[in-house]
């Protein structure tokens, strides 16, 4: 059966990577992302290589999904088109890398990464909820390897609400048979999550962590994704899955 799959940051890194799994395996597939050309080329881009062998497709949805009126306006067009969701995948996000002295500059900080991290997820979530398939849809939620052990401060604060809010999501969605489950990935290459930010000492001491001894791709992201949006894990639900090479163990 082909899907309906709606990825949020699904114009670059992470997001892109699960936005092709699922084009390639037939599915049409919505993206969203604030930077139009971003996601346009990408939608474009996935298109091409999906379609002919497998038909699938992809769509692009610009929207600032840390913007409540936009959310609603991207919400109502993607509810006006589709008639049912299958999947749902909050990808976005980021870390604030703005200075932080004073302590209204630390406030405008935190409030940057909640809003990025937590509140794209939730008012997405919460606009195309009405549409997701009972039984059946699926909820996948991005969080962090930072939420389990620390480390990045208001993000890692942002990253932890979005495994509390996931099991409460799980909570009350379970009964319609709508599983929600969490990713938490370790350190990713290939994306612009760390912007300028990573030196090679940086990226030599976060793959020293793991235990296969390499930086995680955004394909194996994608493939955890994309066995949460399957069939097959219709009996996982409230859980984080955690995609790091072993930097974390357990949990
Ligand atoms: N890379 C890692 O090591 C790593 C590790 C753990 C968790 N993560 C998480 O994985 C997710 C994807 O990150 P990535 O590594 O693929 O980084 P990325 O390349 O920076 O991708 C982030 C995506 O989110 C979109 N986005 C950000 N804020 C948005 C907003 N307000 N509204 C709409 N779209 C927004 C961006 O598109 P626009 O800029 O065009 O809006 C972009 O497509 C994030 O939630 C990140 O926190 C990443």
Do not use: C
């Amino acid at each position: 059966m082909k899907r309906t799959v709606v990825v949020s940051g699904g114009g670059r890194g992470i997001g892109r990577a699960v936005a092709r799994s699922f084009a390639m395996s037939g599915d049409w597939v919505i993206i969203l992302g604030r930077r139009p050309s971003v996601l346009r080329d990408a939608a474009e881009a996935l298109t091409a290589e999906a379609s002919s062998p497998h038909g699938g497709r992809v769509e692009a949805y610009p929207a600032d999904l840390s913007d409540p009126d936009s959310v609603a306006a991207v919400g109502s067009e993607i509810i006006s088109r589709h008639s049912v969701i299958d999947v749902l995948v909050n990808n976005a996000g980021g870390v604030d890398r703005q200075a932080t002295a004073t302590l209204r500059e630390i406030a405008d900080s935190w409030l940057r990464d909640f809003r990025s991290n937590v509140l794209t997820a939730v008012m997405l979530t919460t606009a195309l909820l009405p549409k997701l398939r009972r039984p059946g849809g699926r909820v996948i939620n991005m969080s962090s390897i930072a939420a389990l052990r620390g480390g990045g401060g208001s993000y890692t604060a942002a990253k932890a609400a979005v495994i509390g809010w996931t099991y409460d999501l799980a909570r009350s969605l379970g009964k319609e048979g709508i599983t929600v489950n969490a990713v938490a990935p370790g350190y990713i290459a290939g994306t612009e999550f760390f912007g300028t930010s990573m030196t090679p000492e940086r990226h030599q001491r976060l793959v020293s962590e793991t235990l296969d001894g390499r930086p995680g791709t955004p394909d194996d992201v994608a493939a955890a994704v994309y066995f949460l949006a399957s069939e097959q894990a219709s009996h996982l639900t409230g859980q984080i899955v955690q995609v790091n090479g072993g930097a974390v163990l357990g949990r």
